[in-house]
């Protein structure tokens, strides 16, 4: 019962999860806790609703996963 009601927000997905992030379990003093998260970026949210909002602006915006130069940029990060 406890498990129900610390994951309310996150029961089965409202919609589909973007491609590039996973639906994340972890645990914070016992208890379970899942999230979305983008592992390349470590960005996460708590509920789907939180998510797609970040995912509608970040395209819209060009950001973080979602910006044509993204992989690329990582690579020459880590080459410097």
């Known amino acids: ?12 997905s409202p ?3 973007p491609e590039g992030w996973v639906l994340h379990t972890k645990f914070k003093n016992g208890i379970e806790i899942k ?13 789907y609703e939180d998510l797609m909002r970040y995912v509608r602006y970040a395209k819209a915006a060009k950001l973080s996963i979602y910006t044509p130069e993204y992989v690329e940029n990582m690579k020459k990060e ?3």
């Open 1 to 12: 019962m406890a498990d129900q009601k610390d994951n309310k927000d996150i029961k089965d």
């Open 15 to 17: 919609g589909p999860i």
């Open 35 to 47: 999230t979305y998260l983008c592992p390349v970026t470590e960005q996460e949210f708590y509920t």
């Open 78 to 80: 880590g080459q410097s």
